[in-house]
């Protein structure tokens, strides 16, 4: 059904198949952001308590006014704009046939997921950066996937691996979910900063 929405871009196709495939995960009552966790709250929260702090701090009229925002209120998720994607059928459009086209014009591109994300699990990204069409990919798929470390030589902390060639770069983060950020603060910051750097542009 998938490789059918992919082919014919059939909005009717494309909408019952997300709703098939949503199905297949109802039972699944862990954290979808995070194995190791049960959710707390609803997919709105992204199953965080924390993010609910963040809603108020970013609602209030001081933050807005510093922010400079033009929005009445701001939310994690917006369910009018949630409704809108998955009405167009793109709740299972693959992003990669975007990804191709930004990486043959040499801009780079990080892929980065958390090893215990179950929504967009690791796996899952791997599978698409390896099998993406682009002029590079025989130079990725051949390129040596190495440990991402952090600290010094006698408290060296592995966090992740990393496979990159051509300016496009797949991390896996470990003992991270969908939030690597909150989960992992200090690796996903250097290794933006190596991003940032060009480190993984050869």
């Known amino acids: 059904m998938i490789k059918q929405c992919y082919k014919h871009h059939n909005i009717t196709q494309c909408i019952q198949t997300s709703q098939d495939c ?16 049960q959710c707390v709250g609803d997919l709105t929260n992204m199953c965080y308590e924390g993010v609910n702090y963040v809603t108020h701090f970013l609602n ?10 033009e929005v009445q209120s701001w939310t994690s998720c917006s369910d009018s704009m949630d409704k809108a994607f998955h009405a167009a059928g793109d709740g299972i459009q693959p992003i990669y046939r975007h ?3 930004v990486s043959e014009e040499g801009m780079p591109v990080l892929v980065c997921a958390g090893d215990v994300d179950y929504i967009l699990n690791w796996l899952g990204q791997r599978a698409w950066t390896d099998g993406l069409q682009w002029s ?15 600290g010094s030589s006698d408290a060296i902390q592995v966090y992740g691996t990393l496979k990159h060639t051509k300016g496009l770069a797949f991390a896996r983060m470990f003992k991270a979910g969908h939030l690597v950020p909150m989960d992992q603060p200090r690796p996903i910051l250097d290794l933006i900063h190596r991003w940032v ?5 050869t």
Do not use: C, H, I, W
Request: hydrophobic residues 35%; glycine residues 12%; aromatic residues 8%.
């Open 22 to 37: 949503t199905a297949v995960g109802g039972p699944y009552e862990l954290n979808a952001y995070d194995m190791r966790k």
């Open 60 to 69: 209030q009229p001081s933050v807005m006014a510093a922010l400079g925002v």
């Open 99 to 101: 990804v191709n086209t």
């Open 136 to 150: 590079g990919r025989g130079d990725f798929n051949r390129a040596q996937t190495r440990k991402l470390t952090l």
């Open 197 to 201: 750097d060009g480190e993984f542009r």
